[in-house]
């Protein structure tokens, strides 16, 4: 699975992910085959952190 490039467009894509077809990021990265620490790392960079109990990043 290739995600997006872009870190804002990568936040919207794992967001909108996580609210309609996951119940937790590491469900949604294994499923996907992604890697979690580089999309924590890459969303990191622009503020972002996951938050388990709402299930996104914020």
């Given at each position: 699975?290739?995600l997006?490039?872009?870190?804002?467009?990568?936040?919207?894509y794992?967001?909108?992910?996580?609210?309609?077809?996951?119940?937790?990021?590491?469900?949604?990265?294994?499923?996907?085959?992604?890697?979690?620490?580089?999309?924590?790392?890459?969303?990191?960079?622009?503020?972002?952190?996951?938050?388990?109990?709402?299930?996104?990043?914020?």
């Amino acid at each position: 699975m290739k995600l997006p490039g872009d870190p804002n467009m990568l936040l919207s894509y794992v967001n909108l992910k996580l609210r309609d077809f996951y119940s937790s990021l590491d469900s949604m990265c294994d499923d996907l085959c992604v890697d979690r620490k580089e999309i924590e790392e890459k969303l990191k960079g622009i503020g972002y952190v996951y938050n388990d109990a709402q299930n996104r990043f914020e």
